[in-house]
Nanobody, 124 residues
Framework: QVQLVESGGGLVQSGGSLRLSCAAS????????MGWYRQTPGKERELVAA???????NYADSVKGRFTVSRDNARNTVYLQMNSLKPEDTAVYYC??????????????????WGQGTQVTVSS
């Protein structure tokens, strides 16, 4: 009932930049927080950055000063601007949104939804 579609991943050289986008659609009443996580093989998924509906942001220490998270509430979209990329930023990046939605019998509830993931590869 809620879909998140990511775009913007790819291959970039160390020191380069990429911008990820994630658009939410479906039975959306409102969206609380939106954010980005990343995962590499054999490791747990980790928070990269998140932004609340009131534009409060939270960043992993490893990306502070290099990444910027923002959202467009009118478009239900969250962005991640990634600058000064490093090889250790290589991962699959997933979009997450905490959404207030309607169930099949039109009852309201809040749940987390995930995008399908987009690969970011930074070459040295």
């Amino acid at each position: 009932q809620v879909q998140l579609v990511e775009s913007g991943g790819g291959l970039v050289q160390s020191g380069g930049s990429l911008r990820l986008s994630c658009a939410a659609s479906g039975r959306i009443i409102s969206i609380n927080s939106m954010g980005w996580y990343r995962q590499t093989p054999g490791k747990e998924r980790e928070l990269v950055a998140a932004v609340t509906s009131g534009d409060r942001t939270n960043y992993a220490d490893s990306v502070k000063g290099r990444f910027t998270v923002s959202r467009d509430n009118a478009r239900n979209t969250v962005y991640l601007q990634m600058n000064s990329l490093k090889p250790e930023d290589t991962a699959v990046y997933y979009c997450d949104a905490e959404v207030v939605t309607l169930g099949s019998t039109n009852y309201k509830y809040t749940a987390h939804f995930w995008g399908q993931g987009t690969q970011v590869t930074v070459s040295s």
